[in-house]
């Protein structure tokens, strides 16, 4: 089994950053694929970034191209997510997820999840 704890969010306003941090414990993910989902009140979780643990190769949603930029740290087995020029509609619940069964940005694609953490971004 694989935990997820994340940690990170908080209040900001337009154009500020905030990172987010998913703590990785329970097993070896180097055959992983790492990532990012949010959900914002009455949408559905989307996709927002991904790392494949082992080659550190990194895939992004169109929508934070440019701004976002997710890592992850060996040592710490931990993986971030910088969040950059920070927008009202990026406000949601952040979501870290793991995967071994795939790779992509499709949410059935991840079996674990971590429970989330608040990103609230004023105007």
């Known amino acids: 089994q694989v935990q997820l704890v994340e940690s990170g969010g908080g209040f900001v306003q337009a154009g500020g950053s905030l990172r987010l941090s998913c703590a990785v414990s329970g097993r070896t993910v180097t055959d992983y694929d790492m990532a990012w989902f949010r959900q914002a009140p009455g949408k559905e979780r989307e996709f927002v970034a991904a790392?494949?643990?082992?080659?550190?190769?990194?895939y992004y949603a169109d929508s934070v191209k440019g701004r976002f930029t997710i890592s992850r740290d060996n040592a710490k087995n931990t993986v971030h997510l910088q969040m950059n020029s920070l927008k009202p509609e990026d406000t949601a619940v952040y979501y870290c997820?793991?995967?071994?069964?795939?790779?992509?940005?499709?949410?059935?694609?991840?079996?674990?999840w971590g429970r989330g953490t608040q990103v609230t971004v004023s105007s």
């Open positions: 790392i494949r643990w082992s080659y550190g190769i990194t």
């Open positions: 997820a793991a995967t071994n069964t795939g790779r992509g940005s499709r949410l059935d694609l991840y079996n674990y």
